[in-house]
């Protein structure tokens, strides 16, 4: 399972890079809105730090002008994935793009019916969102199996993606179900480290090593 970090925070991609756990970056209007950068130039910065691919996302309404857009953010490096809305637009500048050999990530992906266009279409990647259907109570998790049993019933080299992560548990839950990749908040993605048992079992290690009165260093 491939690993995304979902930020436009330069800092934060790169502490999780120097660990090997960034394949890859995920951004949008409101991360790049977040960050206080220059879109083009924060997205120059993250596509030095990580080898994989960096989703920048196209802000056009319509597709040529979306195409337009994309070339223009596939000119900052070459592992720009140009990320594109889940709309019949965004599908047509999916097609157009990734006929020219671009990385096209189809963003915003709430159903299985538009995950089937988007793989239609050509896309690299497919972005179903998890936490913003869980949100209305809906199941996020169970549009991801949807997606994965499609795509293998179809041998469909399309990528899904699983975002708006919000938990440890939807990472481990869409890592079983067999999502390709998941991009995830830093936080969300060190938080997988913690385990109150780990906790407590150093706190009495370290309470016993003291009593030893021993030194390794
Ligand atoms: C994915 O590429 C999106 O940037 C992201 O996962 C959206 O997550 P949110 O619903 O927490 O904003």
């Not at 889940?86 to 995950?115: I, P, Y």
């Not at 969102?129 to 795509?151: S, T, V, W």
Request: glycine share 8%.
């Amino acid at each position: 399972m491939k690993f995304f970090v979902d930020t436009a925070d330069v800092d934060a991609i790169r502490e999780l890079a120097d660990l090997g756990m960034a394949d890859g970056v995920t951004t949008n209007p409101s991360l790049i809105m977040k960050s206080g950068r220059d879109i083009l130039e924060v997205t120059r910065e993250i596509c030095a730090i990580v080898e994989g691919p960096v989703s920048a996302e196209v802000v056009a309404p319509d597709a040529p002008a979306m195409i337009a857009e994309g070339r223009e953010l596939a000119r900052i490096a070459p592992n720009i994935a140009i990320k594109v809305p889940l709309t019949w637009e965004g599908l047509k500048a999916c097609k157009a793009l990734s006929g020219e050999g671009h990385k096209v990530n189809v963003t915003l992906c709430f159903s299985a019916a538009q995950a089937i266009l988007a793989a239609k279409a050509g896309a690299s990647f497919v972005s179903p969102f998890l936490g913003r259907l869980d949100d209305i109570n809906l199941d996020g998790l169970q549009l991801i199996a949807d997606i994965r049993a499609i795509y293998d019933n179809y041998g469909f080299g399309t990528e899904i993606l699983a975002a708006s992560i919000r938990s440890v548990n939807h990472i481990t839950e869409a890592a079983k179900i067999g999502a390709d990749v998941v991009t995830a908040p830093p936080a969300v993605i060190k938080q997988m480290a913690a385990h109150p048992l780990t906790d407590k079992g150093l706190a009495i290690f370290m309470a016993d090593w003291e009593k030893t009165g021993q030194k390794i260093l």
